[in-house]
C-alpha cells in the first residue's frame, strides 16, 4: 500500500511540476511585455511644459509644508539637522527655534554646534546644497536643449534656477570657505553632464565669487518680466538683494 501511495504522490509531483512549467512558458513567451512597467516615480522631461512644471514644483515647495521634490531637500527647511549651522548667518530668529512650540530642548545642539562639535550638520548641509545645485544643473541642460522656445519662455526658467543656483553657493561660503584664506573656495560645478569628470577642486573665493556674481548679473539683465503665480526669485529686488548681501561678505574676505 506504501508503495502504490508512492507512486501515485510522485505522479502528482510531476504533474504538478509539468503544469508549472507550461505556466512559466506561457509567461516567458510575454516575459518582455510582463516587464514593461512605467516607472511611478519618474518625470519624462521632454517639452517646455515640462521643464516649467519640474522647476514650478520645486517653487511650489517654498509657499507649502512640503519638504522635497523627489528628495531634492530645500536646504533651509525647518528641520534641525538642517537649519543648526544657519545660526552663523542672520537667516533665522534663533529664539523661535530653541523655544520652539513643540517643547523640544535645543538649546544644547545649538552650543555645540556654536563650538564646533556637533559635527553632523555639517556634512548635512554640504550633501543638501550641493543636491540643489545638482537639481538646477539639470533643470538649465533640459532648458537648453529645447528647440524653438522663445527668449521669455527661456528667462522665465532661467532665471529662477540660476537665482537659486548662485545664492545656494553664496550659503556655502560662510560654513566651508575660511574667510581669510584666499585659497579655499568652493568646488563647483555647473554642468550637469559632468557629474564624473569635472575638476572637483577648489576654486579660490576670488572665482568662486565671480561665478555668483557673473549668475546674478545676467539673471538681472534679463528682459523678461516675472510670471505671476510662477516666479519667486526671478525678481530684481530679490535678486539686488542677494548681490548686496555677495557684495557685502565678500568685502571683508580673502577675496
Not at 238 to 249: F, R, T
Request: glycine share 6%; with cysteine; proline share 3%.
Amino acid at each position: 500500500m506504501k508503495a502504490v501511495n508512492h507512486i501515485i504522490i510522485k505522479d502528482k509531483l510531476k504533474s504538478g511540476i509539468s503544469f508549472l512549467i507550461i505556466i512559466l512558458l506561457s509567461l516567458g513567451i510575454s516575459c518582455e511585455k510582463y516587464l514593461e512597467l512605467e516607472p511611478t516615480n519618474v518625470l519624462a522631461v521632454k517639452t517646455y511644459d515640462d521643464v516649467k512644471a519640474l522647476m514650478g514644483s520645486y517653487l511650489k515647495s517654498f509657499v507649502t509644508m512640503s519638504h522635497s521634490l523627489n528628495g531634492t531637500t530645500i536646504p533651509y527647511k525647518n528641520n534641525t539637522a538642517k537649519m543648526v549651522f544657519q545660526f552663523y548667518s542672520d537667516d533665522l530668529d534663533y529664539e523661535r527655534y530653541l523655544s520652539n512650540p513643540f517643547g523640544r530642548n535645543n538649546r544644547g545642539l545649538f552650543n555645540n554646534s556654536l563650538n564646533w562639535q556637533e559635527p553632523t550638520s555639517a556634512g548635512i548641509i554640504w550633501k543638501e546644497y550641493y543636491k540643489n545645485i545638482g537639481f538646477f544643473n539639470t533643470i538649465m541642460t533640459e532648458l537648453d536643449r529645447l528647440k524653438g522656445i522663445s527668449q521669455d519662455e527661456y528667462n522665465l526658467i532661467a532665471g529662477e534656477a540660476k537665482v537659486l543656483r548662485a545664492q545656494y553657493l553664496f550659503k556655502l561660503m560662510p560654513y566651508f570657505a575660511p574667510y581669510q584664506v584666499a585659497d579655499l573656495g568652493l568646488p563647483v560645478n555647473l554642468d550637469a553632464e559632468a557629474v564624473g569628470s569635472y575638476n572637483s577642486n577648489r576654486k579660490t573665493q576670488a572665482e568662486t565669487y565671480d561665478i555668483i556674481i557673473a549668475e546674478l548679473n545676467e539673471v538681472l539683465n534679463y528682459g523678461t518680466s516675472p510670471k505671476e503665480g510662477y516666479s519667486i526669485y526671478y525678481d530684481k529686488k530679490i535678486i539686488n538683494a542677494i548681490l548686496a548681501k555677495v557684495y557685502h561678505y565678500k568685502g571683508g574676505s580673502a577675496a
